[in-house]
């Protein structure tokens, strides 16, 4: 097998200076990248923005003989973003790889979040990706590569109990990595997502030692830098990751039931169990493809 390489590609990492970013960032740049080590320095609540960790960063990895640049600007807003792209433009002449791993945390129950807990969340993690990736691709356009990985999260595809904001900002994510990959396909930007499960300070009190314990940094980076590779040629996809554990997560469609007339309530009632069956359930590649299971369901001859 191959060795899986960098040499000559730059990467930027958001939120770089410690956790999953680091980890990124470190092993990116041992493969022979050279790399952007984004971050505010904020704590985990988004507050109190700091450059000690993207210093240490950047440090060690040229310590370790690697090559890295820091940037100390904010993913949420489009001028924040710009400039962490121009960062890698001034300091390695290009960008190939966007890594969007900036995050904050501000747990509360529905009844009780604020205002300012959905906005803040939204814009670090779902506005920041945007925004970052935004600014980048006009240069993966124009070198016609690219890779994106974005940072999900179980909490947004499945659920999770008092995080409702970071759960809306981490399903939106999905959707803008399905998209993207669909716009930059022609021009060899693959983009993907992954939905870690790792020990770092925005899971520090939220995990048990036992798991902590198991789920370090350095299990999920291997993903996120093979999707970031020439080597993967995968796209539109999302990942679970965390502790050793690989695996594809999926969005499937049912194959459901039709009515030739409007339905009544009754009606919908007694075909429940078919319409929530999952047996023969699909996968679509983009929305063109599940039109077009509701066009075949309901036996319409678009030529007509």
């Known amino acids: 097998m191959s060795e899986v390489g960098f040499e000559g590609r730059v990467a930027i990492v958001t939120g770089a200076g410690g956790g999953l970013g680091r980890s990124h960032a470190m092993l990116l740049a041992s493969r022979g990248a050279k790399v952007v080590v984004n971050d505010l320095g904020v704590d985990r609540h988004g507050e109190n923005p700091g450059r000690d960790r993207v210093d240490a960063t950047v440090a060690e990895i040229i310590a370790s003989g690697g090559e890295a640049a820091p940037n100390y600007d904010g993913v949420h807003t489009p001028d924040g973003a710009a400039a962490i792209i121009q960062s890698a433009i001034d300091a390695f002449g290009k960008v190939d790889i966007v890594i969007n791993n900036a995050g904050i945390l501000r747990d509360k129950s529905f009844m009780n979040l604020e205002d300012d807990d959905l906005d803040a969340l939204l814009k670090v993690h779902l506005y920041g990706a945007f925004y970052v990736t935004r600014a980048a691709w006009t240069h993966l356009r124009e070198q016609n590569y690219g890779r994106v990985v974005n940072t999900?999260?179980?909490?947004?595809?499945?659920?999770?109990?008092?995080q409702s904001n970071y759960s809306a900002a981490k399903m939106g994510l999905v959707g803008l990595t399905r998209t993207l990959a669909l716009e930059g396909a022609k021009y060899g930007i693959h983009v993907n997502a992954i939905a870690p499960v790792a020990a770092s300070r925005m899971t520090e009190d939220i995990l048990p030692p036992v798991l902590l314990e198991r789920l370090g940094p350095e299990w999920v980076s291997p993903l996120v830098a093979f999707l970031s590779s020439e080597s993967c040629t995968d796209t539109g996809r999302v990942f679970a990751v965390g502790g050793g554990y690989y695996s594809r997560i999926a969005i499937l469609e049912g194959v459901g039931t039709t009515y030739d007339h409007v339905p009544s309530l009754e009606?919908?009632?007694?075909?429940w169990s078919d319409i929530t069956s999952r047996e023969g359930a699909r996968e679509f590649a983009n929305l063109g493809e599940q039109t077009g299971g509701i066009v075949t369901a309901l036996s319409i001859?678009?030529?007509?």
Do not use: H
């Open 152 to 162: 999900s999260s179980g909490s947004g595809i499945y659920g999770n109990f008092g």
């Open 267 to 271: 009606e919908i009632a007694e075909r």
């Open 301 to 304: 001859d678009l030529s007509a």
